[in-house]
């Protein structure tokens, strides 16, 4: 009985020690997200540290041009492209 407790009490810190780590994920995503926002240079460097390749891969690859992002809510790709 008094194992079961033990175990019970240890799963349930174990719980609250995932749900702290992910808000406080959730609250850097947003105070990121905030900067961004506020700041459009610090956004291009943002981009151009993710297309900078690491040591030992491949670099990414950079799509650029019109139709390389599609409107929202477009049904085709060929749909942008339309005259």
């Known amino acids: 009985m008094v194992t079961e407790v033990e175990r019970a ?11 702290r780590g992910e808000q406080a994920a959730l609250r850097s995503l947003a105070n990121a997200a905030r900067l ?24 990414p690859t950079l799509v650029l041009g019109a139709g390389a992002l599609l409107p929202t ?11």
């Open 9 to 19: 009490r240890r799963e349930g810190e174990a719980a609250l020690e995932c749900a």
């Open 36 to 59: 961004l926002k506020g700041n459009p240079e610090l956004h291009a460097l943002r981009v151009l540290q993710a297309l900078a390749a690491s040591p030992g891969k491949v670099p």
């Open 73 to 83: 809510g477009s049904a085709a790709p060929d749909a942008a492209f339309e005259d």
